[in-house]
């Protein structure tokens, strides 16, 4: 057994690394000398996987504090993080994990190798719903294992083991500070568990609470601005201030551009009754960053518990229950009022000086002679930020729980069963304040109750009239139902063992809601984005099965030779995805003991959730030239022919009637007629253990993930639909112009409704248009040995290290006919923002390793994490941060054991205070990318846990 004792940091399945000691009792008692690894259902006598997995130890997160689970999970090379505390905007409360950078809908999770419980429409996993304090170690393996879990494993799987049982009674808390003296983060747990029945059964309950407190970015020197890139007359870049032009005394100018004082970038009005004068883009912008969240304020408890009983030598059911209750807010800076509104010139004017109010009347008059407004009325074009408001605030509070029952035990001395159902459901629930109502709004300037013009100028009655809360819903639930036989069949001689097998079937059930505000969905309120409902849900019913071949054993050069095959078949009840296959095969050669090769293959899908497919249908207004309405569709020639073929009248090409607006309509949204994903993977590698170095073992692995037909907004967006239709392709029966649905009594797009049912409009809702390619190579190491000396008078002292890192070659985002190919690896920026899933920087190479020394009660350890440079992704722009340089970080912890069953641990994360790196136009939020670089500084935490 490998770093049993030894292990301070990761450890690796693959080079054989054991599950802790009562994990691996846990497991022998249900089937004495085997294990079950992650991406498979087989038991077996060995840890050594064709898959490359990485086992995350539960020392690996009391030597980091680690509350939330993500807090260590992000640090690995395979992983770049989702959603996560410092996920202020955009954010809705969740932390996600995204393996490969493929996205958290890409990433299957599971609980004890079953599916865990998802959050929202789009069935991802809310990581604040994992009881951190009870994990044994979390399991990670790259590519797809559709074949052995289903769906979702595109990019692999990440398996969060929690202890099998708890004998006694645990208690436990952690206090966790920065160095600034923020940030306060607390957290209590407690579980007691015992066996009854005379040793036949067993049951164990849970507890937690925490509580962390929220930074501003206003606390932090980097973040405390909102920086723009500016730059000198010599070309050479800087940060300047930056903010938003919607300020608080309220920005006014024409519509049309056009005469007074109104025009161009507009005036501003330093104090109710003072003169206008010219907005100042330096000096007089909104910083609005101090009022935003860095980090999030979050509050969770968490109740749970799960037991056993053997009901005979043959049968033992078993139960699971957990309940979260989780809260996260975000605040942004107060609502901001932007877009044209009518005024009643004379109310208007009550508190403008004379030449403003000579302007409004001009304004006024030029517009009633235009046929714009009504007389007596004007219509002025505002920014105006409403901060006697106050924050703009949002609370998502997630309630969750799942319930499990099973039966699992022996069919034969060498043939298993289990079964179990479980339910779950998740219903969340967002509040949001701060807002305005538009219409609300509208009408206070209509009535002349309402001052806008200058700072602090809306009174109290005003705000009250143009207020509006909104509370947004959403409910979530899964049912799984599962069979499997497994166990042994017959041996091949040639030494090697029996063959194994698993076998089963499944039953899922998922369906998901979301109910927007009305006000909200309507487009009434100011400060936060609309939502459509979205509704909906399908079941899957499957058959799986799997082997396990050891051909040869012992023999010379042939150490071992196995190989490993899986095939599930899946029938949706999705009309789009109907049934589909998916398969994997691996194998091992260990020609000599000390070395291994391995390597394996696998087709995997994900198939589109509740929000690809049904999210709710809504209308887009991209501003767009319709081909068909220029004088280039006049030309005989392909245009024109492919402009008739789609459904304009050949005496109205060229002619207004054709596009009546600068906006064309479009529709966006869910789509039920999606297929499912689809990818295959590859990985071959390697084992090596030097008999000349005991106690070292390395591995080294190439992997390769190509996703097709990847879920997308159809074209890439509404111009690309037109393009590649009458510019590129100028085929008719291309997707593309059959996106295309014109009114064919005048060739427009212009909304309106068919006598068939057909709303003309250009449709670009979400296709399986898009594909994305990951290649790269994991190294990972490990090594431990005994000391022969101590310094505490142990008798003997031991010194581990854990290496893993990973070198991405390629990330490469495509989609569809006339979008760039664009790899990502390396790079950072808008571009690859809104082509990847996560939008998170990508380095090419990036690395953890963890240094450890015990010695009798103390354990002593350090951790390096080290993330290479990425550089900026938009060659068509300069930025003044046009590189971010390699990042490291370095930690340190000390364990000292008080007495049997009592531990302390000390520690500083960030210890050497790094900044993150900063950015201008370039950032994500906070001038930064605050979820892959550390946003706090430096870091202290202390826990202490007592077992009795």
Not at 58 to 63: C, K, M, N, S, T
Not at 400 to 426: E, N, P, Q, W
Not at 562 to 574: D, F, I, K, Q
Not at 736 to 744: F, K, Q, V
């Amino acid at each position: 057994m490998l770093l049993t004792a030894l292990s301070a940091g990761t450890a690796w399945a693959q080079a054989e690394a054991p599950l802790a000691p009562e994990a691996a009792a846990d497991n022998a008692a249900a089937q004495p000398g085997a294990i079950i690894v992650t991406g498979s259902r087989i038991a077996r006598a060995d840890l050594t996987s064709a898959a490359p997995i990485t086992v995350v130890t539960a020392q690996d997160f009391a030597l980091r504090g680690a509350v939330n689970v993500e807090t260590v999970l992000n640090s690995l090379p395979q992983v770049v993080s989702g959603t996560t505390a410092f996920s202020n905007n955009p954010g809705d409360g969740a932390v996600t994990l995204s393996l490969r950078n493929l996205g958290a809908s890409r990433t299957l999770v599971l609980l004890n190798g079953r599916r865990w419980m998802f959050y929202d429409t789009g069935q991802i996993v809310d990581l604040n719903t994992i009881p951190a304090f009870l994990i044994e170690s979390v399991e990670t393996t790259t590519g797809g294992a559709s074949a052995v879990y289903g769906s979702d494993a595109v990019a692999g799987v990440v398996n969060f083991k929690l202890r099998k049982s708890v004998n006694g009674f645990e208690v436990g808390g952690q206090y966790g500070l920065t160095g600034r003296g923020d940030g306060r983060r607390y957290e209590i747990h407690g579980a007691v568990g015992g066996a009854f029945a005379e040793g036949r059964g067993h049951v164990t309950l849970f507890g937690e609470y925490y509580r962390r407190a929220s930074v501003f970015q206003g606390d932090r020197d980097f973040s405390r601005t909102t920086f723009t890139d500016a730059f000198d007359d010599q070309g050479r870049g800087y940060f300047a201030p930056g903010g938003s032009r919607t300020i608080p005394q309220g920005r006014f100018f024409t519509p049309d551009g056009a005469g007074t004082n109104f025009a161009g970038l507009g005036a501003i009005f330093d104090k109710p009754g003072d003169p206008s004068r010219p907005f100042n883009k330096a000096t007089d912008s909104y910083n609005y960053a101090p009022v935003n969240f860095l980090m999030l304020p979050q509050e969770r408890w968490l109740i749970g518990g799960y037991a056993d009983y053997q009901l005979n030598d043959g049968a033992t059911v078993y139960g699971e229950f957990s309940y979260v209750n989780n809260q996260v807010a975000a605040a942004l800076a107060p609502t901001p009022v932007t877009g044209a509104f009518v005024f009643d010139v004379a109310k208007a004017n009550t508190v403008l000086a004379a030449a403003d109010q000579l302007a409004v009347e001009t304004i006024a008059a030029r517009q009633l002679a235009n046929g714009g407004v009504s007389a007596g009325q004007v219509k002025l074009n505002i920014g105006r930020r409403i901060v006697e408001t106050g924050l703009r605030k949002s609370l998502d509070e997630r309630n969750a729980y799942r319930l499990l029952a099973g039966i699992r035990g022996d069919l034969t001395d060498r043939l298993h069963y289990d079964a179990y159902y479980s339910f779950a459901r998740t219903r969340n629930a967002n509040m949001q304040e701060g807002n305005i109502s538009h219409k609300a709004f509208q009408a206070a300037l209509l009535d002349g109750s309402m001052n806008i013009f200058g700072p602090g100028t809306i009174s109290k009655d005003s705000l009250e009239k143009i207020s509006i809360l909104a509370q947004n819903q959403t409910m979530s639930q899964l049912q799984v139902a599962t069979a499997t036989v497994s166990g042994e069949l017959f041996g091949l001689g040639l030494g090697a063992a029996p063959i194994g097998f698993a076998a089963g079937v499944e039953r899922r059930s998922v369906s998901s809601r979301f109910i927007p505000d009305t006000a909200l969905s309507s487009g009434d309120v100011l400060g936060f984005n609309a939502g459509k409902p979205t509704e909906g849900g399908y079941d899957v019913t499957e058959g799986f099965t799997e082997l396990n071949i050891p051909v040869v054993a012992d023999q010379p050069l042939l150490k071992l030779v196995e190989l490993h095959g899986a095939a599930r078949y899946s029938t949706y009840s999705v009309k789009g995805i109907g049934a589909v296959w998916t398969y994997a095969g691996d194998f091992k050669w260990s020609p000599v003991e000390n070395f291994t090769v391995r390597g394996q293959f696998q087709r995997a899908i994900r198939a589109p959730n509740v929000e690809n497919l049904y999210g709710g249908v809504g209308d887009d207004n991209p501003s767009l030239t319709d081909p068909c309405a220029t004088a280039a569709a006049l030309a005989p020639g392909k245009l024109r022919d492919v402009c008739i073929a789609t459904g304009v009248p050949a005496a109205s090409l060229g002619q207004p009637t054709v596009q009546p607006n600068v906006q064309i309509p479009a529709t966006t949204g869910g789509n039920p007629n999606l297929s499912a994903e689809t990818s295959t993977s590859y990985t071959i590698g390697g084992i090596f253990s030097p008999r000349a170095v005991p106690g070292f073992h390395v591995t080294a692995d190439y992997y390769a993930i190509e996703v097709k037909d990847a879920i997308a907004d159809f074209g890439g967006g509404a111009g690309n639909v037109f393009a590649q239709c009458y510019l590129v392709i100028q085929d008719a029966g291309s997707p593309y112009c059959r996106a295309i649905h014109r009114n064919p009594r005048t060739g427009s797009l212009d909304g309106s409704l068919g006598p068939d049912g057909t709303v003309y409009v250009l449709d670009t809702r979400k296709a399986n248009i898009g594909s994305f390619v990951v290649r790269g190579v994991d190294v990972q190491a490990d090594y431990g040995r005994a000391l022969n000396f101590s310094l505490t008078g142990a008798g003997q002292s031991k010194i581990s290290a854990t290496f893993a890192g990973s070198w991405t070659t390629k990330l490469e985002a495509y989609f569809g006919p006339g979008t760039t190919r664009l790899n990502c690896a390396g790079k950072f920026g808008a571009l690859c923002k809104a082509a990847l899933p996560t939008g998170q920087p990508q380095s090419t190479f990036k690395s953890t390793m963890r240094i450890s020394y015990s010695d009798g009660p103390v354990l002593l350890s350090t951790a390096w994490r080290h993330l290479s440079q990425v550089r900026d992704d938009d060659p068509a722009n300069t930025y003044v941060v046009e590189r971010v340089g390699a990042v490291d970080y370095f930690d340190l912890a000390l364990m000292y054991k008080l007495r049997e069953g009592t531990n302390i641990t000390l520690g500083v994360n960030n210890l050497l205070d790094r900044t993150p790196p900063i950015m201008g136009d370039n950032q994500e939020q906070s001038n930064t990318y605050p979820s892959v670089y550390d946003a706090l500084g430096r870091d202290f935490f202390v826990a202490l846990n007592f077992r009795f």
